[in-house]
């Protein structure tokens, strides 16, 4: 596929005594075009990811949600892709949670 794709991108942060936490939102478009079929695909979506960290307690938090579409000609020809992801470190306590992936074509 060749095409373009731009993002506009947030990304803030707040540090404390205790406490850093991140946010970041991006939010990518743009259009594709298929190498064989000559087909124009339409990308949007958005990831959230923030982040907490307490350096002091060993512990930080991590979570990122991914949704995006690739938007094609007529019926049937959509692809959705949704993931929301979570990280907990405690010390050496290491916790991983896919609350859930999916990809569907629509």
């Known amino acids: ?53 307490i350096p002091q307690s060993g512990l930080y938090t991590w979570t990122a949600v991914y949704s995006y579409q690739l938007i094609g000609p007529g019926p049937g020809n959509n692809l959705r892709l949704r993931e929301i992801a979570h990280v907990t470190v405690d010390g050496d306590r290491v916790v991983v949670d896919h609350d859930g992936l999916s990809i569907e074509c629509v």
């Open 1 to 53: 596929m060749s095409g373009w794709i731009e993002s506009h991108d947030l990304i803030t942060s707040t540090v404390n005594d205790h406490v850093w936490s991140y946010q970041l939102q991006l939010q990518p478009h743009g259009s594709l075009v298929g190498n064989i079929t000559g087909d124009t695909y339409h990308l949007t979506g958005v990831m959230r990811v923030s982040y907490k960290d």
